[in-house]
């Protein structure tokens, strides 16, 4: 703040955004904007805060009044304010993508878009920024990266690049051998710096090339964060093991192989089921021994009695989930109660 | 240029930009420009060509008349036409960067500059305008792919991002796999492919923040193909392993190793300067047996009579070359002798 004022800069603050950052705190900036006449917005946070300004920014050039109409696609972003990010934790990749994420309170809704406009035209990512970041915060942010490669690409049917993939196990190999450096040394440059860079490359468009984008674990934790208003990455940890385990068949049993060796270290001698088993047990043991976290939704105070609607919305209009194997409302619901 | 003048465009075609394109022709780009109020610039064809039209796009912006007051940093790229570009090689990887090299036949040099408004505005990457480049240019065009991440980050002292160095190990592991079944397949989908996006990723940023970056090895080729206008990857591969024999040392001997070990499949319990040894005879395999590319100065016509003075062009008005090792106008000879 002292910085800026030093400079010369006219500010107004828009404090307290919040974790799924939601339409009505969007709107409230955007409404400063119009009114302040505002160059720029300065995002300084994780990707909360720079969801909510990728929002302010479009509603701020926006017609109407509320963002909503953005995110469910009434209307299309077609002009931003600039956005500046000053990163504080790794975690969404939001500082380096043209995407956001808000959450509509009053109709139980966490959706997102993607606009080019949005893309943040500078984003500062200095690792010291990030030494302050809980362990818990660390341990979910890190998963939250980890998600965004399995659940856009990795695990997925169909179009690949041989180079995609294997780059794609690099960082997640990177999120394995340095979180846990995070979580426990909160200090430790080398580690945030990774993970920081880790976090902007893991969705971001070039590593994903050829591949059938699909985001099947976020259907289905959005319902959870915008229910429940948990932490995004914890509640992704908890999901996708046991969305692994429930669709793993002969089909989608070499993928999971195969992350179990190159980026777990499975012994590839396995056969092809125990393998995939070992990988998801693998991948269950980093979240929940190594990183910490709750492994179970009654442990965040989650029961069953939503799931049978959440199971639907996740699903939207269309009643089915694409990914790498097609989900319905039922089988989300079974996911749902496999994660109690 | 059917599609285009059935889309309705005016066009005006410069023609024939030459390997290692020249001043003179990105000039006579810039008058037409500037005569007929061209609106976009489009590049179809590789390197030289995309290379090409970056300087044009930036010279027809620019109030002077010789894009080499650019090239030479007598005035700074400020405004430039937009560009969009076709790829048909996959090599330079200048389709998705602000840089471009000129050379100029007038003095005998060859020099590259970068500018964030050089950047393409669109690229069209379709591997299969790439199934019909020669089993030659393939080689070459993958050669220099590799040699953007050696020469740029890989073979470097000091910083370095462990994440980074990882991925950058599998583009080169890409090219390895994939650059001999081009040769061999022009139309292996796949392989094109992976070459295509291997090429846009070896000369850009997000591979190498961290990384002190150098270029002293296409610092020692340019002056080959500015004097010899030889083909600049060919160049690279015969300069490569004879500057990694050259600066072998200690302090050295560890990353070549590892890129032994990580790349080539060089057997890791070698000691740290005979792995070192067996990561360069891979490479020159690679190189010289598996892509069939000529291994001597001296098979493409090139003999000592310029040796020192191309070394002391190389090393500039400082009279070094930063990198792995700093090389002086004596080294890089010696290393120009030993690819005779």
Known sequence: MSQLLEAGAEIFELAGVEPNPRHT???????????????????????????????IAAAAKYDGDDVWDLVSRKA???????????L??????????????????????KYGYFAPDNHPDVSFLDPTNTFSVSAYQTASGSADIMSHIFDV???????????????????????????????NTPDDYEARANLMWASSWALNDFLYEGFNQATVCHAMEHQLSAVYDITHGHGLTIIIPRWLTYILNEETAPVIKRFGVNVMGVDESLSLM?????????????????????SRLSDL????????????????QNGVLHGFTDLTPKDVEAIYRMCL
């Open 88 to 109: 504080t934790i790794a975690a969404t990749g939001s500082e380096m993508d043209g995407g956001c994420v808000i959450s509509n309170t009053d109709t139980n809704e």
């Open 153 to 183: 690409a990795y695990f997925s049917k169909g179009g690949c690049m041989d180079m995609l993939t294997r780059v794609q196990e690099e960082v997640l190999k990177t999120v394995v051998k340095f979180a846990p450096v995070a979580v």
């Open 301 to 316: 105070g989650i029961d069953d009695k939503s799931f049978e609607e959440m199971s639907k919305t996740a699903c939207g």
């Open 25 to 55: 705190t969007v709107n409230k900036g955007a409404a400063i904007c119009k009114k302040e006449g505002i160059d720029v917005l300065l995002a300084v946070g994780g990707g909360s805060t720079i969801d909510a300004t990728k929002g």
């Open 76 to 86: 299309f972003v077609t002009e931003t304010l600039p956005i500046i990010t000053v």
């Open 274 to 294: 125990d393998g995939a088993k070992a990988a998801i047990d693998a991948l269950s043991a980093f979240f929940f021994d190594t990183l910490g976290l709750k």
